[in-house]
Nanobody, 123 residues
Framework: QVQLVESGGGLVQAGGSLRLSCVAS????????MGWFRQAPGKEREFVAA????????YAADSVKGRFTISGDNAKNTVYLQMNSLKPEDTAVYYC????????????????WGQGTQVTVSS
């Protein structure tokens, strides 16, 4: 089992920045594909970004490219999502997730999920 705990959400004005953290614990997870998703009220869960644990290959959704960056710190067992130039439409609950299937963007293919952290961007 892998346990994931997110933190770093909050309220920020449009144009501002936040950094989300996801601390992983449990089984060996160096081979897992680590992702961030978000879900706004009344909408489906949406892929945001993902990477291999060793900061190798990364993917980001078109809606966040150039604004959000995923990265990891192996020594701290932590994955980050740096979010810059935030927009009101970025408002959502953000989830950290881990998959045994590399390179997937499908939420159904992620095996482990954190509890989520709320990000609210005011206009």
């Amino acid at each position: 089992q892998v346990q994931l705990v997110e933190s770093g959400g909050g309220l920020v004005q449009a144009g501002g920045s936040l950094r989300l953290s996801c601390v992983a614990s449990g089984r060996t997870f160096s081979s897992l594909w680590m992702g961030w998703f978000r879900q706004a009220p009344g909408k489906e869960r949406e892929f945001v970004a993902a990477q291999t644990w060793n900061n190798g290959r990364t993917y980001a959704a078109d809606s966040v490219k150039g604004r959000f960056t995923i990265s990891g710190d192996n020594a701290k067992n932590t994955v980050y999502l740096q979010m810059n130039s935030l927009k009101p439409e970025d408002t959502a609950v953000y989830y950290c997730a881990a998959s045994r299937r590399l390179y997937t963007r499908r939420s159904s293919e992620y095996d482990y999920w954190g509890q989520g952290t709320q990000v609210t961007v005011s206009s």
